[in-house]
């Protein structure tokens, strides 16, 4: 198994954790942590200097030392967030927006840059969010629209797998991004398998995707092929680079720029909004 990681990513897992192969006699060390998956010995190490891929807020501001975001940053619904406001009101820290407004002028950069969503911006708003138009179109409109590379991507024989994806058994992919939406795509396997294609015959954004049920399809000469949807979901975004005869084929087609193919909200979400 080879490992890839994007340029200038440290290899990280967990809360402030570094990992590495090891062997059978490696499952001793009582300095480290070992699991064994899929007939590799993996060794784990906490690492006060690992760096998290997803920061949370109250690390970036200097609140808590170490937080990795596991909510999409919907912090609207996370526990950690209510928590450590429900702190605030009792009066036994500060908020993350008034250690912001401690800094210098210059330092006073959007929540949205902090978390690493976006490069530097400068906040307007003086850390009101709900008052901002930035942040309304950033999380309705620009994060559906914003792609990614994977932070670490495995290569299983012969074929690259990116950490932190899920996987249908019908070789698409699905990946949870900020505010809760699901990026889905054609997985490695498919796209070797059907070889290069002509298009993708997308659905119309709104249109209601069911698990398991066919979503869109690949088109290949005069032969259309039916792709299974992962997930529930509405569609709010879809790939128009992948409609066209002019995508192109080689490595990472399948999980990044000209590979996925819709963006879905849940329903629940989609009707109660």
């Not at 128009?240 to 329903?267: A, D, E, I």
């Amino acid at each position: 198994m080879a490992k890839k990681t994007v340029k200038g990513q440290r290899s990280n897992v967990g809360y402030g954790s570094s990992y590495r192969k090891g062997t059978d006699r490696d499952l001793g060390n009582k300095s480290e942590i070992g699991a064994v998956m899929g007939g590799q010995v993996w060794m784990v190490k906490p690492d006060k200097d690992a760096k998290t891929a997803n920061p949370c807020i109250w690390m970036q501001t200097g609140i808590v030392e170490f937080k990795n975001c596991n909510n999409f940053y919907d912090c609207t619904t996370c526990k950690y967030d209510l928590g450590m406001l429900k702190s605030v009101d009792q009066g036994k820290q500060i908020s993350w927006q008034n250690a912001m407004r401690r800094r210098p002028g210059l330092e006073r950069v959007c929540r949205h840059s902090l978390t690493n969503r976006i490069e530097n911006r400068a906040c307007a708003y003086d850390y009101e969010c709900s008052k901002c138009d930035f942040d309304q179109f950033f999380e309705e409109v620009w994060t559906t629209k914003t792609e990614s590379m994977p932070h670490e991507i495995q290569e299983i024989k012969g074929f690259e797998v990116p950490m932190g994806y899920y996987f249908h058994n019908g070789h698409t992919w699905a990946r949870i991004e900020s505010g809760g939406y699901i990026r889905i795509g054609l997985d490695d396997f498919a796209l070797k398998l059907l070889g290069k294609a002509d298009a993708l015959d997308l659905p119309l954004i709104g249109k209601e995707l069911d698990h398991d049920k066919i979503g869109w399809g690949l088109k290949r000469k005069d032969n259309l092929a039916d792709i299974l949807s992962p997930v529930d979901g509405v569609i709010v975004e879809v790939n128009s680079k992948t409609k066209t005869r002019n995508w192109p084929t080689g490595s990472h087609m399948g999980m990044v720029g000209y590979s996925w193919s819709v963006v879905l909200t849940l329903r629940e979400r989609s009707r109660s909004s």
